[in-house]
C-alpha cells in the first residue's frame, strides 16, 4: 500500500523550509506543496530524485527492449552478425 502524499502549504517554505527539507530527507517521498488550495510545486530529496531518475531509465531501456524484441524476435551469434553484413555491404556494392 502507497503511503498518503505529505501535503503542505507553500508558505512552509518561508516559515519552516528546515522541517520541509527534514520531512523530505526522513521520508523519501514528494512533499506536494500547497497555493490557495491547489498543488503548485512538489519538493523532494535529491537523493529520492536520482533513484527516481534512474528507475525512469531503467522502465525506459527496458521498453525499447520489449519493442526491439518484437520487431526482431531472432538473436545472432557475434559470427553471424559478420556474415550478414559482409552479404549486405555486398548487395550495396561496398
Known amino acids: 500500500m502507497l503511503p498518503l502524499p505529505a501535503i503542505r502549504p507553500i508558505s ?3 516559515t519552516d523550509l528546515n522541517g520541509v527539507c ?3 530527507c526522513e521520508t523519501q517521498q514528494p512533499i506536494f ?3 490557495n488550495g491547489k498543488a503548485t510545486l512538489v519538493v523532494m530529496d535529491c537523493e529520492a530524485y ?3 531518475r534512474q528507475h525512469d531509465r531503467y522502465v525506459m531501456k ?3 527492449a520489449e519493442i526491439e524484441a518484437q520487431y526482431h524476435p531472432e538473436s545472432l551469434a557475434l559470427g553471424e552478425v559478420g556474415e550478414r553484413m559482409e552479404r549486405i555491404f555486398a548487395t550495396w556494392g561496398v
Open 12 to 14: 512552509d517554505l518561508r
Open 22 to 24: 527534514e520531512d523530505a
Open 33 to 35: 506543496m500547497t497555493k
Open 50 to 52: 536520482e533513484r527516481q
Open 62 to 64: 527496458m521498453r525499447e
